[in-house]
């Protein structure tokens, strides 16, 4: 089966890529994220928690290959290793046989067993697929919180103007003054855009790899224990022909 290493291998040189870009234009990026602090510490807890839990799915992947070893090598031993989290249908078919490292497996159980680890897998990435939406939409959400501040900041703004006063060079300083406000109202729109759509991009670039890592472990699961339970059928037909 494919070792998971390699993809923790892209996955943090990709992190390392994006460190390294963000220090290098830091003085924007940190001006993007005080123009509404609260708001973007908001997104970047959300980045976060999306990052470790794309590891997480990549991690969990290492105690199950280490209990398809330990079965594979046909020796006691399985009793003592941990429970299997993803291979629990596997572990739970299998029963008390497990325990003697003997495996026997009908195809209807082995078709079984291959869906209940599938959806096991689809539930840990559909977490990840939250987090990537939940990104873009606070980075929407930051935008139209942004514009309604500055709508209601230049309404306010037009309101005050007294074009009454013939000194029309006091009502255009009174008139770029009061557009500061709307201003900074857009920095917090366009800041929070910017960081939701790329964190979104971030943490799916991860998720990618993370899938990868999955989908080539169940593959191999599939191809091993398609071999077996075919194995295990031929013997059933010989003793019934006997």
């Known amino acids: 089966m494919s070792n998971p290493k390699h993809t923790l291998f ?19 990026l940190i001006t993007a994220f005080m123009a ?18 794309t590891y997480r799915q990549v991690f969990v992947l290492f105690p199950e290959l280490r209990w398809i070893a330990q079965f594979r090598t046909g020796h006691s031993g399985l ?38 680890i599938h959806s096991r897998m689809d539930e840990q990435r559909e977490i990840t697929r939250y987090f990537i939406n939940l990104l873009v939409f606070l980075g929407l959400l930051g935008t139209f919180w942004g514009l309604l501040g500055t709508i209601n900041a230049v309404g306010d703004v037009i309101a005050g103007l007294d074009m009454s006063q013939e000194d029309f060079g006091k009502v255009f300083g009174d008139l770029q003054a009061g557009l500061l406000t709307p201003l900074q109202g857009m920095g917090t729109a366009f800041s929070s855009s910017l960081l939701g759509l790329g964190g979104s991009l971030i943490l799916g670039f991860l998720d990618i790899q993370a899938g990868h890592a999955q989908n080539r472990f169940y593959d191999g699961l599939e191809e091993w224990l398609t071999g077996v339970t075919n194995l295990v059928d031929r013997v059933d037909d010989e003793k019934d022909l006997s």
């Open 10 to 28: 892209w996955m943090t040189l990709f992190l390392g890529v994006v460190i390294i870009v963000g220090a290098l234009i830091h003085k924007p």
């Open 79 to 116: 009793s003592v290793l941990q429970e299997p989290r993803l291979l629990k249908p596997l572990a739970r078919q299998l029963g008390e046989e497990a325990k003697r490292d003997r495996f026997t497996l009908s195809t209807m159980s082995l078709r079984t067993v291959l869906d209940g």
């Open 36 to 53: 509404n602090w609260v708001f973007n510490l908001l997104i970047v807890g959300v980045l976060i928690i999306g990052i470790g839990l």
